[in-house]
């Protein structure tokens, strides 16, 4: 049998997971308990509920969350954003940057350990059911020694359909967010060959996330995640990170063992890692602040009856025996964009209209110059954003004295989320007209809550031209009626 190379032993230079070969040492995290541990669990299952629970929340007769790609309708607890609204996402997502790159400054990776949907489903839903079919991580380590027959077949077989079953799970809620539960159930109810674009997403989705959660795990966050990156960048001396007292710890050695500090080298810390590090190598970015390394090392210090705290919540400064300030200059920077992204996202979510005004220049000809009059012709587009049917009106607020505007009824129902395209003509007659000019559109509801306005271009021969071509006909008419 070809020797196994040496799993590597965790150190600052190299990715514990990835063998001296290049092959990949797959981990089996021990288990853990403790107040973390508790905590973190309750915080997941209550996001995991939140995931659940949201497409069938109904707020104004929609889902709570409900990105309606089709219709080009967005549905965020009662706000109905058109895909006009579009632009508001970008202050949506800054802010939300801006506010992760502030919690990072103050509290390091708890975004990572706490509420990432990849350390969610990973530590909580698929690691859970790993355990509850294979065992602890010895029992795991020696299914995965054990030839590939009898045990370690029916267990592997049983727990990847599992895998897979939960990753189709996951998937179709997550289509669900897109086009409603009720319309899921009937796509699921029918055959594949009627949707096929729904059925590709959950094939593919599904496939992605049996690859990851089954086998890729921790390797998402050490190479592929770009927050993990940008952290390293994010945070200083002073913020919060989970980190080991060097101070208390060394020189480690076993218990009753002279001048020998708190840690007894146990290596409870390191077998508990998600990710194969070893924190009392100092801070690495392999970490993802799970807190799995406090609760192991508080366990052994509670038997030992040493104080908690070995490896704990704490800011570098804090672990060097230096005071942690929380308000500094990075701080301050980054809830200032924080503050400008939310503050500009709650501005526009209130002026957001409950309609929606569009307007395009008919195919064809720019202008006509026709009898006595120059035309040019527009298509309207009008968008009831509400639920209920809306009765609009649209007028031409601003024209040349003279201009005639047709096309337009004096009011417009449109059912709800309705979408209606009508003709505007508008004409300015010759004797007026003086070259293009500026139209002012006003679309405003019954009810008096839509109130939008929109320029437009009327354009047209030059005056100087339309005289000459006058002129000209003036002088065939005349040629025509000469004896
Ligand atoms: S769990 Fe605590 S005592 Fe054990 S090796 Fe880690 S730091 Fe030392
Ligand atoms: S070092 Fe500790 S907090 Fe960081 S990933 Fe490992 S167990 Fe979690």
């Given amino acids: 049998m070809p020797a196994q190379p040496t799993p590597p032993v965790p150190n600052r230079d190299t990715v514990t997971t990835i063998r001296s070969d290049g092959s990949r040492l797959f981990l089996h995290p021990a288990d853990t308990r403790g107040r973390f541990t508790a905590a973190r669990r309750l915080s997941a299952f209550a996001l995991i509920g939140l995931y659940l629970a949201l497409p069938w929340i109904k707020i104004g007769g929609y889902p709570a969350v409900f990105l309606d790609v089709a219709e080009r309708r967005f549905h965020f607890f009662g706000w109905i954003l058109a895909a006009q609204d579009l632009w508001l996402l970008f ?15 103050l509290l390091g990776r708890v975004w990572c350990g706490w509420a990432c949907p990849q350390t969610v489903f990973l530590e909580h839903v698929y690691r859970r059911v790993e355990r509850w079919i294979e065992g602890d ?32 799970i996951i998937t179709n809620l997550l289509l669900a967010y897109f086009v409603s539960i009720p319309r899921l159930w009937s796509m699921i109810s029918a055959a594949p060959g009627e949707h096929w674009g729904a ?7 599904t496939a992605a996330l049996y690859f990851n959660f089954a086998w890729f795990r921790e390797q998402l966050c050490i190479v592929i995640c770009p927050y993990g990156r940008l952290q390293s960048a994010l945070i200083d001396d002073h913020s919060l990170v989970i980190g080991y007292d060097v101070t208390r710890g060394e020189p480690r050695g076993k218990l009753n063992t002279p001048g020998a500090g708190h840690c007894v080298d146990c290596n409870r810390c390191v077998q508990v890692c998600p990710t194969g590090v070893d924190i009392r190598q100092g801070l690495q970015m392999e970490c993802v602040g799970c807190t799995a390394c406090i609760d192991a090392c508080d366990d052994v210090m509670d038997k030992l009856k040493r104080p908690r705290g070995l ?15 929380w308000l500094r200059p990075r701080t301050f920077v ?5 503050l400008v992204g939310a503050g500009v996202s709650i501005w526009a979510l209130s002026t957001i209209q409950p309609g929606s005004l569009g307007v395009t220049r008919m195919q064809g000809a720019p202008y006509y110059v026709d009898g006595a009059y120059v035309r040019n012709q527009f298509m309207v587009r009008l968008i009831n954003k509400r639920n209920e049917p809306a009765l609009f009106k649209v007028t031409l607020v601003q024209a040349p004295a003279g201009a005639l505007a047709s096309g337009l009824a004096e009011a417009i129902e449109i059912g709800p989320l309705g979408e209606e395209l009508h003709p505007l003509v508008v004409q300015i007659p010759r004797s007026v007209y003086t070259g293009n000019a500026c139209l002012v559109l006003r679309l405003t509801d019954l009810n008096g809550r839509c109130d939008i306005s929109k320029e437009i271009e009327f354009v047209g021969p030059s005056a100087a031209l339309l005289k000459e071509d006058e002129a000209a006909e003036r002088s065939d008419r005349n040629h025509d009626h000469e004896p």
């Fill in 311 to 325: 490896i704990r919540y704490d800011s570098l400064n804090g672990f060097a025996g230096k005071v942690t300030r």
């Fill in 199 to 205: 059925f590709l997403f959950v094939a593919f989705f």
């Fill in 137 to 168: 991580a010895q029992e795991r380590r020696a299914l995965d020694a054990a030839p590939f027959e009898g045990e370690k077949v029916s267990k592997r077989l049983f727990k990847h359909a599992v895998f897979i079953l939960l990753s189709a």
């Fill in 91 to 105: 202050f949506l997502l800054t802010g939300v940057g801006f506010s992760l790159f502030f919690v990072t400054a």
């Fill in 334 to 338: 980054y809830f200032g964009l924080f």
